[in-house]
């Protein structure tokens, strides 16, 4: 006897179902010959379905839970695909689907005329009606009802087979829905109906153990607590197996034959449904636009030959025929390649996008492996060049692996949904869908949602949510033991069961998909069968996303395009903009020399805040003790500030060799033209691959096929003989053999694909570069899309530190944009209305639209601004000017404004009537005058409560009495301390990382700025403990701990404990201050 | 207080065939129909590890009618775990 579950969740449904589908397959493999997914409303988990039935030799079936409006009302059905014809079902299936998420309801559903639309006069598809149809609920209370509904179906769907009745006993109390009575009433039914009839467990979870987290998921759907809102019967929605399923049969039929019967249609129907995912789904087929929607008429290789030919001379203009020879051997290879895998067209359309980015005037970089390629250098898709960087194309394609390979191209982010829309419109909507992603739960989440169900307040869970750094939630309670940010939660959930409880849930939570979303950057660009292929859905952009993620791309055969919208990119295309309209510069930054001494000299003094990628405290650190000089250093440093390096200790060999402390050891005469740009150490892919070749006489197809296979246990036997054979045949030492095959083995994590790192260092280079010719155009451009991972009030910082002006914001003047003025000091950065708190897009579009006015009163008449915002713009002074109380000489101040706005606002404006003037409203000479002023520590806490930024002066200056007093060191003063000096520093947190140690320790990395620089600290194990839950919570800090020289530049502050700076503060103001406890505390720690 | 039944026999599936209440000894007489009811775990247990989640969520039902010497009854059984205790739900007679 056999048997096939239908009807089976996975958790792709999400908040429903509790097990991934490669877990419910591996599971099923011992028991069943196939098994079904059925998620919730979409494919969302069928393409993992199907490869892990392939992978366990599992027939798999795949279909949906999807709500069908019929005359009588709403039922949510089992819709299933036939297989093994061509695609018909799983296309049917598809439609069905992406038709539902078109309906004008919240929820996806489908109406019963469309549904047998696209079934048509051949339905390749089974609909199964069961206990949560109509027909379902109601076959115990009210057989007309039933009978009614089910007339709907049977004249709807004629074809024998279409229509089935799902029977399902979840041994619920007798007489109710799911129960053994119920189950037998539908048996009934179908019989009466001469219907076939299946046996399905409704299945939500692979175990009963499993019911405990199904509870807490269906919490989360319903954003209620346990006990207020319906609850699943019982734990019985498991994957059972066949004879516990032969058993309900028979319970159910209560005869053998019929058991038997029952039993054997729902086999028939699982044959029916099993898929063959090549000719149903296109399994691994690749599929690109057709050449027509790419306007080419003649063979795709040819056309991808001429035009990458002729970009030679775009490219490398007067070169010199040697090396021309050698680009155009390069050029051959690489074509020759492309060619054999058939990929001529995916290139095409790579480039054909490329351009099409290009001509709307916006900025495009590539990333990843693809800046390797000399084809795309050529089609303008990188702007790498690969033969100058010493950059490999076996590393990003090559006749060994017949996956399509990933092009990911970064763009402005301000404009990347023009992109996509461009990218609709010219291939056509059939070819082009956005792709989705399933966000999962961690820690935080997971801890929430758990807290929820056991109906935690908000503030409890808030509290223990804000201190889960950095694990997993399936590690809660390990961590929980370890971490004394948690010892407090650790100590009260041994008294309090809820917390305890808490802790079990959310590590039963942790990595279940959570929600659908659009990924911020892929779009799936198919042939005209592809929304044949996947099932769609709205996106908030409007365009439709597939339900299918990236990791279902390759197994499709789909061809995703990764266009990444990197605020950098828009930050410097704003700078470039603002320099053409105030200055008439043009600037052409793809095209700027790379070598020029006075960006790496700003590079040099650490200062890197707002460049790309080596802004963080970490890469700030190692800026200091590396000291770039040109271009390949930048590569370099962004692929050794990695988590793999880090660990491998590789970064001090690196420096030390640089700095000439230590001798570059090139183990071998062969490997030192390899090895010299970096000393020694083995940093990148593309080196390993060199190695490998000149060690072993391979190709750097093979070698990199082989560093692909180091990350694989099962095959690094393999590899290694072939390693040690190979080189010894050639010649190379035993001792030689020995150091280098170390290197190979461990380098799987470690090493970083060159060809990243260069495409990354361009726009590190870039921005640096207007950082240093354009800095006000940079810092306006900076704080117009805030690329960065500071606050913006530090880009103020840095704006003051490097003499960068900073006017006000003026409502004659400010807009939505951070603009750059000319001033008779030249130019200076006008702050924007956009980060004030609480002031509505509306409210900001009438401002600019209404510019310039002529006083406070035309403004309030034709602004419309609320009352709150009247006042704001009143508190940060920018209604002074339009008041006339900019100067110091004037008779009036803020707080005079303040009361005059206040009236003002009082009175109801009248409509806009472009005839009528403002007299009515009170005229300026009206304002009175007399009031006490705001002391210059009361606009700066306005400042900072409306816009988030202190824009008259820095933050920390208010506590600079109390510093002074404590000798507290300013951030630029601590480079020139000795090493291990005793300091304290103070300032506002800026940010806090925890990255991943070569001891597996935790060590915690926390910037304060205070002004005139940054002071990065590093608490380790006990510093952590000494001040807990102040390490990931306060703002305003103070450090107190040893200075670490780290480089010619570089120094960070061993920290030994940290204080709370406003409670400091707050003490040292009332007289209590507690001064002596932090010096008895260094006194100890010396 | 929870009444208990003793000395329950099972049949191979697991249903009861025969116990002991109130010291009167009872044949099922109906066929037991098996159910599993709800329980509140988020009210009750102190934790929830993974292994434990079907015995904190359901609890295992029978319904059925029983006779002794000297009356016929109908009964809801509830079987406790991981104890083993047998309860009595309902009791009609």
Do not use: K, P, R, Y
């Given at each position: 006897m056999s048997f096939v579950h239908l009807n089976v969740a996975s958790a792709y449904s999400a908040h429903y179902g509790v097990n991934r589908p490669e877990h419910l397959v591996v599971a099923a493999s011992e028991k069943f010959d196939a098994l079904a997914i059925t998620d919730r409303d979409g494919l969302y988990g069928a393409v993992k379905h199907i490869g892990a039935c392939i992978a366990n030799k599992v027939s798999p079936i795949v279909g949906v839970s999807l709500s069908v409006e019929t005359a009588g009302g709403e039922s949510r059905v089992i819709i299933l695909a036939h297989g093994h014809n061509k695609g018909r079902g799983w296309s049917q299936l598809c439609r069905i689907i992406s038709k539902a998420h078109q309906s004008k309801n919240k929820k996806p559903i489908i109406g019963m005329s469309a549904l047998v639309e696209i079934l048509g006069e051949n339905p390749a598809c089974s609909i199964l009606l069961g206990g949560e149809s109509i027909v379902g609920k109601s076959v115990l209370e009210d057989s007309r009802l039933t009978a009614n509904e089910l007339s709907i179906w049977k004249n709807a769907l004629l074809k024998p087979g279409s229509l089935v009745i799902e029977v399902t006993n979840l041994l619920t109390e007798p007489g109710t829905l799911y129960s053994e009575k119920h189950a037998r009433a539908m048996l009934e039914l179908a019989d009466q109906n001469n219907l076939p009839a299946v046996l399905t467990n409704a299945v939500r979870y692979l175990q009963p153990d499993d019911a405990l987290t199904a509870d807490v998921l269906d919490s989360a759907r319903h954003l209620e607590p346990l006990g207020l809102f319906t609850l699943q019967p019982n734990a019985q929605a498991w994957l059972k197996p066949v004879e516990e399923m032969a058993r309900i049969a028979l319970e159910v039929s209560e005869d053998t034959q019929r058991a038997r019967k029952l039993l054997t249609s729902t086999a028939f129907l699982a044959d029916k449904c099993r898929l063959d995912p090549v000719s149903d789904c296109s399994w691994g087929v690749p599929k690109t636009p057709e050449q027509q929607a790419l306007g080419i008429d003649e063979n795709p290789f040819e056309v991808l030959w001429q035009r990458s030919h002729s970009a030679i001379s775009w490219r490398y203009p007067a070169v010199k025929a040697a090396e021309l020879a050698h680009i155009q051997h390069r050029l051959s290879k690489e074509l020759i390649a492309i060619n054999q895998l058939g990929f001529a067209t995916y290139f095409l359309t790579v480039a054909d996008v490329a351009q099409m980015i290009r001509d709307m005037k916006i900025r495009i970089a590539a990333r990843g492996s693809g800046a390797g390629s000399l084809v795309n250098y050529l089609l303008g898709i990188s702007g790498v060049d690969p033969i100058a960087e010493g950059l490999l194309f076996e590393r990003f394609l090559s006749t060994e692996r017949s996956t399509l390979p990933d092009i990911d191209i970064d763009v402005e982010s301000a404009r990347r949904h023009e992109i996509y829309r461009a990218i609709f419109r010219r291939y056509g909507g059939s070819r082009v869908t956005l792709l989705s992603m399933q966000s999962t739960y961690r820690g935080r989440g997971a801890v929430r949602d758990g807290g929820l169900a056991l109906g935690l307040e908000d503030e409890e869970i808030d509290d223990i949510a804000k201190n889960m750094w950095r694990f997993s939630a399936r590690n809660f309670r390990k961590a929980m033991n370890e971490k004394p940010e948690l010892a407090r939660f650790a100590s009260d959930s041994k008294e309090n069961r809820q917390l305890n409880l808490l802790v079990d849930i959310t590590e039963r939570l942790d990595r279940l998909p959570r929600h659908i979303s659009v990924h911020p950057c892929g779009v799936i660009l198919g042939n005209s069968s592809l929304l044949d292929l996947t099932p769609t859905e709205p996106s908030g952009m409007g365009l439709p996303m597939s339900q299918f993620d990236k990791d279902d791309m390759d197994p499709m055969g789909f061809l995703k395009l990764d266009v990444l919208g990197v605020r950098m990119q828009s930050a410097m295309a704003y700078a470039v903009r603002e320099a053409k309209r105030v200055n008439q510069d043009v600037i052409e930054l793809d095209s700027i020399a790379k070598d020029d001494p006075l960006v790496y000299k700003q590079i040099r003094t650490t200062?890197?805040?707002?460049?790309?990628?080596?802004?963080?405290p970490g890469q700030r650190e190692l800026t200091g003790k590396h000291q770039p000089t040109q271009f390949n250093d930048l590569t370099l440093q962004i692929s050794l500030f990695r988590p793999g390096p880090m660990k491998g200790n590789m970064i001090k060999p690196y420096l030390d060799g640089r700095h000439g402390i230590a001798q570059p050891d090139y183990i071998h005469p062969d490997l030192r033209p390899i090895l010299e740009e970096s000393y020694g150490v083995v940093v990148f892919h593309e080196q390993l691959m060199k190695i490998m070749q000149k060690m072993t006489g391979c190709t750097l197809a093979r070698a990199d096929e082989m560093r692909r296979m180091l990350g694989k246990d099962s095959r690094v036997s393999t590899i290694e003989k072939y390693f040690r054979d190979s080189a010894l045949a050639r010649g190379y030492s035993q001792s030689v053999i020995e150091r280098v095959w170390s290197i190979i083995e461990g380098f799987g994590s470690f090493g970083f694909c060159k060809a990243h790192g260069a495409a990354f260092a361009l726009p590190t280079y870039q921005s640096a570069w207007l950082k240093t010719h354009y800095p006000t155009e940079f810092i306006a451009g900076l704080l117009t899309h805030d690329p960065g991972m500071y606050p913006k009030r530090l880009l103020l910082g840095e704006a003051r530190r490097l003499g960068v002006k900073i006017l006000p914001i003026d409502v004659n003047y400010s807009t939505n944009e951070y603009l750059v003025e000319k001033t008779n000091a030249g130019n200076a950065v006008r702050m924007a209305l956009s980060d004030i708190a609480g002031m509505s897009t509306p409210e900001i579009e009438r401002i600019i639209c209404e510019q310039p006015f002529v006083d406070i009163a035309d403004f309030y008449q034709r602004a419309r601004p609320s009352k709150r915002t009247m006042e704001r713009l009143t508190l940060i002074g920018a209604l002074d000017t339009l008041a006339g109380i900019a100067g110091i000489d004037s008779e009036s101040n803020r707080a005079d404004l303040l009361v005059y706005v206040r009236q003002l606002c009082a009175k109801r404006p009248k409509p806009i009537d472009a005839n009528q003037l403002s007299f009515e409203l009170g005229a300026l000479q009206n304002l009175p005058t007399g009031n006490l002023g705001l002391t210059k520590e009361e606009e700066l806490e306005n400042e900072l409560e409306i816009t988030g930024m202190d824009i008259s002066e820095h933050e920390i200056e208010k506590f600079q009495q109390m510093l002074d007093e404590m000798g507290v060191v300013r951030a630029n003063e601590l480079v020139n301390l000795r090493s291990n000096t005793e300091v304290l520093v103070a300032g506002v947190r800026v940010a806090t990382q925890t990255p991943p140690m070569r001891s597996g320790k935790r060590v915690v990395f926390i910037s304060l700025d205070d002004g005139t620089g940054c002071a990065d600290a590093t608490f380790f194990d006990e510093a952590q403990r000494r001040c807990a839950s102040l390490l990931f919570q306060n703002r305003l800090l103070l450090i107190s701990g040893k200075t670490r020289r780290t480089g010619v530049r570089g120094v960070s502050i061993l920290a030994e404990n940290a204080w709370d700076l406003r409670q400091l503060w707050h003490d040292w103001e009332n007289g209590s201050y507690s001064w002596l406890k932090i010096e008895s505390n260094l006194m100890i720690s010396t | 207080m929870q009444q208990v039944v003793t000395g329950v026999v099972l049949d191979p599936d697991g249903a009861p065939i025969s116990f002991t209440f109130e010291n009167r000894h009872y044949l099922v007489s109906s066929r037991p129909v098996r159910w599993y009811s709800r329980k509140i775990w988020w009210q009750q247990a102190q934790s929830a590890p993974k292994g434990v989640g079907s015995a904190l969520v359901e609890v295992e039902m029978w319904r059925l009618w029983a006779t002794s010497e000297f009356d016929r009854i109908f009964l809801e059984l509830r079987h406790q775990q991981p104890d083993g205790v047998w309860e009595i739900y309902r009791i009609d007679s």
């Open positions: 200062n890197t805040l707002g460049i790309f990628q080596i802004e963080s | -």
